[in-house]
């Protein structure tokens, strides 16, 4: 039987139900809401004189969370049309309509009785075959599916997302005794393949995978920054970017998701996990029941581990909790010896060995965390999973990790890590020494391009499942080599395509990256098929490298500028002109010169999660790049008899000159940076770089030619320059910009309208390209310009002056 998803009713419409209905939204998929119908009318009802019958009022609870939801920030949803797909109703009026749909999803209160009473009912309504789950975070499948039909049984699992649903990618699969393999199979891969997750099986123990291992990584760090008397600023200091953790590491997390919740599961762990060789780190710390008590949640509360105090003056400050005192104080700076040892090391796995050798008391604190992390891990397998990738992908995928605890003892060494773990008074589970004993020295081995995993029960390296739809560049980069300076590597992706990956910081384009752009389409033309260009950095590329950019403005070096800003330019052309077909894969952060070659590319293949834009006013410029040239190009290409030409042109000049940032790759079709019916969005990010290689083999092998130039590209001429000119002085005269935001929108215009011409006209893409690099050069003379460039590089966010 082949299933397929249409229709998806969610039932629970909390922070949690209404994320994971925008979440099925966001793919096209039809979304039924329920939740429960109110039992008392609001004020508002009240003043209005409705009754607990109106429709209204039935659906109050749904409406109210899913708006909710829809408001907050970052939005759960790709785009605010994708809102219509979800309809709403209540538990008594419209559960019947469960009927039509192919997936039924359980989210309510994390309640026994509540759960098996919302199943009962809606086995009353569900049509046999129809797969449903439960969301639940930690109440054992078993007892949530007793007592139900045969047929609900056997389709019938726990799929625990992960908050929030959009962002987070951890899928939990959690089979219940009669679940069938065909199930099982079929949600690991929806969740791949249409969710964009990674996909888990766990088995149904407490907590599962993610939270089982993620929240013991918490508590024991809450015990050990006690025990090593260390202030929140210091864990968080360690525990953050250095690691390959999100920003907010520790403390800042745990007050954003909001402490309750985290002792809620831990609580929860303490109970449910009685024989854990670590029971007693799931008892909260004294400090930790006093927040509690005092309702300190974090962001939810108004304070936290980190409290924002406003002064009489109106400004703020973030005050920090005394752990020892409990009293909010002025934050300290934290500085440690062995971070400073880091900083020249990019690679986050090369950093891990210099850590956890610290003299200081950051290598104490290293060791001992990751002793306990390692210890636990290795304990937990067969327990909670039989393969050591999952306890990885899980950490992840629901917790934000680069390294998975296996892949951060790999980097520091099998060895090397028990040793440091015996010095703490801990052992590894008994399998790790098995496998050091069998010849394997590492968890993992890549091998012809693909990842392998030790087996606790083959007792030898098998390779990770799932590989098959995945090109990881990290396995394939040194055997497939073809070209490399320091700013890119160029890779032999089979089939007869290369791909261009970034390698300089930040993925900034600068002079080595552009030189090897025009290597690897050198070697494309000549022995290839096509050219992609991706990469598996953080964010695809935050733009032209303004370092450079800056030090030669203020040298005052204009004629060498000129030549790098041509050279930009050139670059970008290649892409679009060249004998083979060139894709681009954008990904997260794509701003200003990024953007720019994803403008260029014959074909876009971008990450649903790519915030895409032409920023460059931020830094007093305008896009030089080709960027100013693309978006005139664009919005003439728009113009239709009959048409408000100039409304057309306003749209892509607003695009650049107010510099919108899609929230999200379907949003940049809104702008025209990507172009319906040309380029694609990817949900799964691992997936992006193999279906970009399919679209470049596909265009090369439809017979792909040599685009022409384009010459006949329409300009509005004074038509245009005038209405921006007097948009840009209102603007100024309202005080929505400053003179030398004027300045800059002005420029832009002058390009964008082609010049001072008399009357409309059509030009060639190089004679605008010309207007653009001008009008670039000419700003890179201000001194307001100076400054915003300088303000970016020290602040790394943009000075309005």
Request: a neutral charge; proline letters at 3%.
């Amino acid at each position: 039987m082949k299933r397929r998803i249409n229709k998806v009713a969610v039932i629970g419409s909390g922070i949690m139900g209404s994320g994971i209905a925008c979440h099925f939204a966001n793919i096209g998929v039809e979304v039924l809401l329920l939740d429960i119908v109110p039992r008392e009318l609001n004020a508002t009802e009240k003043k209005k004189g409705l009754s607990l019958e109106d429709g209204q009022v039935r659906n109050r609870i749904v409406n109210d969370s899913l708006q909710s939801a829809l408001k907050s920030k970052p939005s759960p949803i790709y785009h605010k049309d994708f809102a219509n797909r979800i309809r709403t109703g209540n538990l008594e009026d419209h559960i019947s309509k469960v009927s039509e749909a192919d997936w039924i999803i359980e989210v309510v209160v994390e309640r026994l009785d509540i759960k098996k009473q919302v199943f009962e009912n809606l086995e009353k309504h569900r049509k046999e075959g129809t797969i449903i789950t439960s969301n639940t975070s930690g109440i054992p499948i078993q007892q949530m599916s007793e007592g139900r039909s045969e047929d609900f049984q056997k389709h019938f699992c726990g799929t625990h997302f992960f908050n929030p649903p959009r962002y987070l990618r951890l899928f939990e699969i959690i089979p219940g005794p009669k679940t069938s393999e065909e199930v099982l199979q079929f949600l690991n891969e929806y969740g791949e393949k249409f969710l964009g997750k990674t996909s888990v099986v766990a088995k149904d123990t407490p907590a599962f995978i993610g939270n089982r291992v993620g929240i013991f990584s918490i508590m024991s760090l809450f015990h050990t920054v006690k025990d090593m008397g260390m202030t929140i600023e210091e864990v968080d200091k360690l525990t953050g970017p250095v690691i390959g953790r999100q920003k907010s590491a520790t403390f800042r997390t745990v007050d954003v998701v909001g402490l309750d919740t985290l002792v809620h599961v831990a609580n929860g762990l303490h109970k449910g996990v009685p024989q854990d060789e670590a029971h007693h780190l799931f008892a909260m710390p004294d400090y930790i029941n006093t927040m509690v008590e005092n309702e300190w949640f974090g962001s939810k509360s108004g304070q936290g581990f980190y409290k924002k105090i406003k002064s009489d003056n109106g400004s703020s400050e973030i005050k920090s909790l005394d752990l020892n005192t409990l009293e909010y104080r002025d934050q300290k700076k934290a500085n440690f010896a062995t971070l400073e040892q880091t900083k020249t090391i990019d690679k986050v796995a090369e950093r891990f060995p210099v850590l956890v050798n610290g003299k200081d008391k950051a290598g104490e604190f290293y060791r001992k965390n990751f002793s306990a992390l390692f210890a636990y891990a290795s304990h937990r397998i067969p327990e909670i999973t039989d393969q050591l990738y999952k306890i990885d992908d899980a950490m992840k995928a629901g917790f934000g990790w680069e390294h998975g605890p296996f892949q951060i003892w790999d980097a520091i060494g099998v060895e090397k890590g028990i040793e440091m773990m015996k010095a703490e008074g801990k052992e590894p589970a008994t399998w790790v020494n098995e496998m050091l004993e069998s010849g394997s020295k590492s968890f993992y081995t890549v091998k012809n391009g693909n990842s392998y995993y030790y087996d606790l029960e083959k007792k030898e390296q098998v390779k990770v499942p799932g590989q098959d739809a995945f090109i990881i560049l990290d396995n394939i980069r040194e055997s497939k080599e073809v070209f490399s300076n320091s700013g890119v590597v160029v890779e032999d992706l089979g089939d007869g395509i290369l791909n261009v990956e970034f390698r300089s910081k930040m993925n900034a384009i600068g002079g080595d990256v552009l030189d090897g752009i025009n290597k690897a389409i050198d070697i494309a033309e000549k022995d290839y098929q096509g050219l992609v260009v991706a990469n598996n950095g953080k964010n695809f590329s935050v733009g032209a490298n303004i370092g450079m950019i800056f030090m030669m403005a203020v040298e005052q070096e204009y004629d060498e500028l000129n030549m790098a800003i041509k050279y930009f330019q050139d670059t970008m052309m290649r892409m679009r002109y060249s004998a083979i077909p060139t894709v681009a894969a954008p990904h997260a952060m794509t701003l200003g010169g990024g953007c720019e070659l994803s403008l260029h590319a014959d074909k876009v293949v971008a990450a649903a999660e790519t915030y895409i834009g032409l920023v460059e006013f931020g830094v007093g410029v305008i896009p030089g790049g080709g960027g100013s040239k693309e978006m005139t190009l664009r919005a003439a290409e728009t113009f239709q008899k009959d048409d408000v030409e100039l409304n057309r042109l306003r749209e892509h000049f607003l695009t650049i000159g107010m510099a919108k940032v899609s929230t999200s790759a379907y949003e940049a079709y809104d702008t025209n940076i990507l172009q319906k019916g040309k380029d694609i969005v990817v949900v799964n990010p691992d997936r992006q770089l193999a279906i970009a290689k399919k679209h470049a083999l596909l265009m090369a092998e439809n017979g792909y030619t040599k685009p022409i130039p384009k010459k006949d590209i329409k300009v509005l001429g004074k038509q245009a320059l005038g209405a921006f000119y007097v948009g840009t002085d209102q603007m100024f005269a309202g005080k929505y910009i400053s003179e030398h935001d004027k300045k800059i929108a002005n420029k832009l215009a002058y390009v964008m309208a082609g010049g001072d011409l008399s009357e409309a006209s059509y030009v060639s893409e190089q004679y605008l390209l010309d207007l653009e690099r001008e009008a670039f050069l000419s700003l890179t003379g201000e001194r307001k310009t100076l400054e915003r460039l300088q303000h970016m590089l020290q602040k790394g966010k943009p000075l309005r002056n």
